[in-house]
């Protein structure tokens, strides 16, 4: 008798919705010009304005967060959001090992904008919540960028686009 292990992890697959997610949030929540999206990079080419603030900050962390959420939303049907502790621990690590920026986790740049808003802990809290509806509610366009990823493994961000905005007249 075979035994199969349901823990395997595909992670080309996992890739394709972390990166969809951060291109989908980037046009959809951020407002960011998205030049592209690589999955066999793992790279989200998008940026905003350069407006500093709460509100920017906000933007940001839940950007961060949305690559991440979307792969455990895929694997589990739910989140399951790390403590801030290890988020925390992950970004002193990078420090310690002077990473440099390009090579900084989604970790890192979360922990720095959560700083920016106030008390990194407790704003945490509260971006998990709405990172995790505004993440269910753009299902549908995350889900359709990571299956044209999975196959294209990188789209322009006009492509992006039109993906999201042909699912958006797709009847339900």
């Known amino acids: 008798m075979t035994e199969t292990n349901t823990n395997v992890v595909d992670q080309w697959r996992a890739t394709c919705y972390h990166e969809a997610a951060h291109a989908v949030f980037a046009l959809k929540v951020c407002g960011y010009a998205l030049r592209y999206v690589s999955a066999e990079e793992e790279y989200c080419a998008a940026s905003g304005p350069a407006w500093t603030g709460w509100a920017e900050s906000w933007r940001l962390s839940m950007y961060t967060l949305a690559g991440s959420f979307a792969e455990r939303i895929d694997l589990w049907g739910e989140v399951r959001p790390e403590a801030y502790e290890d988020i925390l621990l992950g970004h002193e690590n990078e420090l310690e090992l002077g990473e440099p920026e390009e090579r900084r986790s989604d970790d890192y740049g979360l922990v720095e904008a959560l700083r920016e808003m106030g008390d990194p802990e407790e704003e945490y809290r509260t971006v998990v919540q709405t990172t995790e509806e505004t993440l269910r509610e753009l299902w549908p366009e995350i889900a359709a960028v990571a299956d044209a990823l999975m ?16 699912r958006k007249e797709a009847p339900k």
């Open 151 to 166: 196959s294209e493994r990188r789209l322009e961000g006009d492509a992006v686009a039109r993906i999201i905005e042909d």
